[in-house]
């Protein structure tokens, strides 16, 4: 049986959204024996070019994803989690998907985002949806794993459209 799973940007602060952001907190809390924030704050994503994605399976929220700007032409992918028991049927996969579209949409031209050691099928992931490794490029604890992906160069949608007007 497959499963249908939508990712869409929705209000950081909603029930369904305040909910899996502490479900991953305390998982991450738990296994780096640290509060599980990373330094993520719902303000993060409430300013221009930012979003937060929730997943969901017809329409039960079973996962979410965050886009945080680090500078004009890079953004953060914080906040990435899949429920437990909705894990390995593409929640991940979706949810990244959205990411990449919405950062390509606002412009920037590469993602990066870190995760931890005790993370190795986070990791697996963004290595099969074509993230590579880079040097860490936030914080001082030395046992993160950082990576990129880099987006297609593409015409900005002004500038595109100029072009197809003339």
């Not at 799973?5 to 602060?13: M, Q, Y």
């Not at 899949?82 to 390995?88: C, D, I, M, P, V």
């Not at 993230?131 to 987006?151: C, E, H, N």
């Amino acid at each position: 049986m497959t499963v249908t799973v939508t990712a869409r940007a929705e209000d950081v602060r909603s029930a369904d959204s305040q909910q899996l952001i502490r479900e991953l907190s305390e998982q991450l809390g738990a296994l780096y024996e640290s509060d599980g924030t990373a330094g993520f704050q719902p303000s993060d994503v409430e300013v221009p070019r930012a979003a937060f994605v929730v997943a969901r399976i017809e329409g039960f929220p079973v996962g979410c994803g965050a886009l945080r700007p680090l500078s004009e032409e890079s953004v953060e992918v914080k906040r990435m989690y899949t429920r437990e028991s909705f894990r390995r049927q593409g929640v991940g996969r979706a949810i990244l998907a959205e990411l990449e579209r919405l950062a390509g949409e606002f412009g920037y031209r590469s993602l990066k985002l870190q995760t931890g050691p005790k993370q190795p099928e986070a990791a697996a992931l963004y290595e099969r949806v074509g993230y590579y490794r880079i040097p860490i490029f936030s914080g001082t604890w030395d046992q993160v794993l950082a990576y990129q992906k880099d987006l297609p160069s593409r015409l900005h949608s002004n500038e595109e459209k100029l072009l197809h007007n003339q």
